[in-house]
């Protein structure tokens, strides 16, 4: 199983160099998104004027949509100079992706969140399941995924930049984990990558839509633990060892 480990760590280094598509980024903006430094990477603690900028630009595209805020409107916002705006961001593109790198990165990818030593695969899924859709179904993150479906089709890079720092950061660590469980001898998976995928798609059944849609505005628990035990039975269906 070494091998596949190393396949999806391959794939993985070139979604982050290529794009996730798999080819050069076209501009700069692309390229931004895509430096280690400005997505790929989280500090372990924010400046405390970073996170005024972080939380001031949060507001601002949640209220007038990513398209309509300028780089002086985050600085006004967040009350520090452009030159210190820029010194943390290099752009809108680059401010919008740690904003939503960093709450993935706190919310679904925290260090210690796909254990090593499993000893119960389907607890396991179980508590990865919750906590992601738990995230997904909070209000703030409701509000940016909403704004990154509303204005990418005019800002393909506000979309790139989502889905790099947002749902593919969260699936390329939990198909190295998935990989890691297969070599373990947990679960047969053949391709992490897709599998990951596919429980995600699990996850965000009806009870994301409705949120989503504003029909579910209260969530409750006994709805989300559902959705994600019908998620880990079907995935342990598909992919547990016999």
Same mark, same amino acid.
């Given at each position: 199983?070494?091998?596949?480990?190393?396949?999806?760590?391959?794939?993985?280094?070139?979604?982050?160099?290529?794009?996730?598509?798999?080819?050069?980024?076209?501009?700069?903006?692309?390229?931004?998104?895509?430096?280690?430094?400005?997505?790929?990477?989280?500090?372990?603690?924010?400046?405390?004027?970073?996170?005024?900028?972080?939380?001031?630009?949060?507001?601002?595209?949640?209220?007038?949509?990513?398209?309509?805020?300028?780089?002086?409107?985050? %600085?006004? $916002?967040?009350?520090?100079?452009?030159?210190? +705006?820029? /010194?943390?961001?290099?752009?809108?593109?680059? !401010?919008?992706? @740690?904003?939503?790198?960093?709450?993935?990165?706190?919310?679904?990818?925290?260090?210690?969140?796909?254990?090593?030593?499993?000893?119960?695969?389907?607890?396991?899924?179980?508590v990865i399941g919750?906590?992601?859709?738990?995230?997904?179904?909070?209000?703030?993150?409701?509000?940016?995924?909403?704004?990154?479906?509303?204005?990418?089709?005019?800002?393909?890079?506000?979309?790139?930049?989502?889905?790099?720092?947002?749902?593919?950061?969260?699936?390329?660590?939990?198909?190295?984990?998935?990989?890691?469980?297969? %070599?373990? $001898?947990?679960?047969?998976?053949?391709?992490? +990558?897709? /599998?990951?995928?596919?429980?995600?798609?699990? !996850?965000?059944? @009806?009870?994301?839509?409705?949120?989503?849609?504003?029909?579910?505005p209260e969530c409750?628990?006994?709805?989300v633990s559902a959705?994600?035990?019908?998620?880990?039975?079907?995935?342990?269906?598909?992919?547990?060892?016999?």
């Amino acid at each position: 199983m070494v091998p596949m480990l190393r396949r999806v760590k391959k794939k993985l280094n070139r979604s982050v160099q290529f794009g996730l598509d798999g080819a050069r980024p076209a501009t700069p903006h692309i390229e931004i998104m895509t430096d280690a430094t400005a997505t790929i990477s989280l500090p372990a603690e924010t400046s405390p004027k970073r996170r005024l900028v972080l939380e001031a630009a949060a507001d601002l595209f949640m209220e007038h949509g990513y398209e309509k805020v300028s780089m002086d409107a985050v %600085a006004r $916002g967040a009350g520090v100079s452009k030159a210190t +705006l820029y /010194a943390h961001f290099a752009s809108k593109d680059a !401010l919008f992706a @740690s904003i939503v790198g960093e709450a993935c990165q706190r919310n679904t990818a925290p260090e210690g969140s796909f254990p090593a030593e499993v000893t119960d695969i389907r607890a396991a899924l179980t508590v990865i399941g919750e906590r992601v859709l738990r995230f997904l179904l909070q209000p703030g993150t409701q509000a940016i995924y909403r704004v990154a479906v509303a204005e990418s089709a005019r800002c393909p890079e506000l979309g790139r930049a989502f889905m790099a720092n947002g749902p593919q950061r969260f699936l390329d660590r939990f198909s190295i984990w998935l990989a890691a469980q297969t %070599a373990a $001898g947990h679960l047969a998976v053949t391709d992490p +990558l897709m /599998a990951a995928e596919q429980f995600g798609a699990l !996850l965000r059944l @009806s009870l994301f839509m409705r949120v989503t849609l504003g029909l579910a505005p209260e969530c409750r628990d006994p709805e989300v633990s559902a959705t994600v035990a019908a998620a880990v039975d079907t995935f342990m269906k598909a992919f547990g060892r016999a």
